[in-house]
């Protein structure tokens, strides 16, 4: 990977238990193709980690979610973990902030855990995906497609079901990232416009 992402600002957001790896391995992804990253969490300061099976590190949070704004972003990367998944699908900001990368037509990734946030963000809905296996009813019962294979690109959204599968997801991403076209700030007519297509 090189320069695809040059002047591309990704969002990761995440809270206190996300899977570290499927944070760290994106991010270095998307920082090797030359993206700008920003760790964006619910919380300030710091968020930890959960790895495999114990606590993991600690990251420095870039900017809180109460004070980001999705139009300054071209895309988001969302990492799973129980904890985090099921935190964050709770928190009316957090779904306000995911469902506006769809409403604005904008690419988003999710891995393992993290189509959970993708459900309550309403943002599910007759799309094609995989998950974690266990999360396969709800996102039946919300209206998707479940499948399991290693990376699911689908109208805007790529997603995987495990650490494993990260290098598959991580060139998927950087692919589907780097073919976005650049999204230009939200007006009311943009806004008009991708209401009548839903």
């Known amino acids: 990977m090189s320069d695809e ?5 990704v969002a990761i957001l995440v809270t206190d238990g996300f899977e570290q790896v499927e944070m ?3 991010r270095r992804a998307l920082l090797e193709a030359g993206a700008e990253v920003d760790i964006l969490s619910p919380l300030h300061g710091k968020v930890k980690a959960w790895s495999s099976v114990d606590w993991g590190d600690e990251f420095d949070v870039d900017l809180a979610i109460s004070q980001a704004t999705p139009s300054s972003y071209d895309a988001l990367m969302l990492p799973g973990g129980v904890i985090n998944g099921d935190k964050m699908r709770s928190l009316p900001e957090v779904r306000d902030f995911v469902r506006a990368f769809f409403d604005e037509r904008k690419p988003v990734a999710a ?3 993290a189509p959970w946030i993708l459900i309550d963000a309403d943002a599910v809905d007759g799309r094609k995906l995989t998950s974690w296996p266990t999360l396969r009813l709800d996102l039946e019962n919300a209206g998707a497609q479940w499948v399991d294979e290693e990376v699911v690109v689908d109208r805007g959204l ?4 495990k650490p494993a599968d990260l290098p598959a997801f991580n060139r998927a991403m950087v692919e589907l990232f780097g073919a976005a076209t650049d999204a230009p700030q939200p007006t009311p007519v943009a806004d008009a416009s991708a209401d009548s297509t839903r």
């Open 24 to 26: 760290t391995e994106p």
């Open 158 to 161: 790529v997603t995987s079901r």
């Open 5 to 9: 992402l040059n002047g591309r600002r």
């Open 111 to 113: 891995i393992c855990h």
